[in-house]
């Protein structure tokens, strides 16, 4: 079977404008979501390097991430100072836990929240600064927190 020209010479093209304009959109729609993900990493943290360090878990969706520099203040994304008292990093996370219960009972009354800490704490903070952080987390409600770290295959 073969396509031969008409007598008056139209040929039938493709129309390729919503194949681009969808092509566009995509490109769009990941450029965004790497933002989003990036803002959330603070590139002055400097993490530890652990030897059992395992990769991340990417199952995780309701997650708020919390970025310990080397003198303790904990930087947030959307916080345009970062906070360094004990109230202050406490007000913060009771809001946050409040935000997030009431997210959750939006959908379902008896549901718990489900959100994890990832913290992120540069090589020289201090232990006892990330041990007082946890026990903030705890004592506010999360249950479920995560340390980031780097293996020493670099990763």
């Keep these: 079977m073969t396509h031969a020209v008409s007598d008056s010479g139209v040929r039938a093209e493709p129309n390729l404008i919503p194949l681009l304009d969808l092509v566009f959109q995509l490109i769009m729609f990941f450029m965004i979501c790497v933002n989003f993900v990036s803002s959330q990493v603070n590139e002055e943290i400097q993490l530890p390097v652990a030897q059992s360090a395992r990769a991340m878990d990417k199952g995780e969706f309701e997650v708020l991430v919390l970025n310990m520099d080397a ?21 913060f996370l009771r809001q946050a836990y409040a935000d997030a219960q009431r997210t959750v009972q939006e959908r379902d009354k008896k549901a ?14 201090t232990y006892l600064q990330v041990y007082e952080l946890l026990t903030l987390c705890k004592e506010v409600g999360f249950r479920k927190i995560q340390l980031r770290a780097y293996s020493k295959a670099g990763g």
């Design 71 to 91: 003198n303790g203040k904990i930087q947030v994304v959307g916080q345009p100072e970062p906070l360094a008292t004990p109230g202050e990093k406490k007000y």
């Design 112 to 125: 718990k929240v489900n959100t994890t800490i990832i913290l992120r704490a540069h090589r020289q903070a």
